[in-house]
């Protein structure tokens, strides 16, 4: 079934809806997921804090995860996890610190 259109369901969440208006499994790239509440948290170049630092996401920041590997074990609010989140081009963050829902993969590997 295709995507036709993308409706939002609250809390800055959405799903994707097939042409005959039933809600259809939607793709990674169309969810967004929170950084834990109170967490400037950093993006790093590759899985690992060893990796350069891209950038800080601010407080109450979502992300959208295009696809997920594994990379250096951290720990966060959300438990110790070796999984890295991919949020764009060379940007990566640590699924410890992401409201997934989930302690395993919830997007492609990388």
Do not use: F, K
């Not at 993308?6 to 950084?35: F, K, M, Q």
């Not at 990379?71 to 963050?93: A, H, K, L, R």
């Amino acid at each position: 079934m295709s995507v036709d259109q993308v409706r939002n369901i609250g809390d800055g969440e959405e799903e994707a809806v097939g042409a005959d208006g039933g809600a259809v499994a939607a793709t990674a790239a169309l969810l967004s997921y929170p950084v834990a509440p109170g967490y400037r948290l950093n993006v790093r170049s590759g899985p690992g804090t060893n990796y350069r630092l891209v950038r800080v996401l601010s407080e109450g920041s979502r992300v959208s995860i295009h696809c997920q590997r594994p990379g250096e074990w951290v720990s966060g609010p959300y438990g110790t996890s070796n999984i890295w989140d991919n949020i764009g081009s060379g940007q990566y963050v640590s699924d410890a610190y992401i409201r997934t829902g989930s302690d395993g993969y919830v997007a492609p590997r990388c």
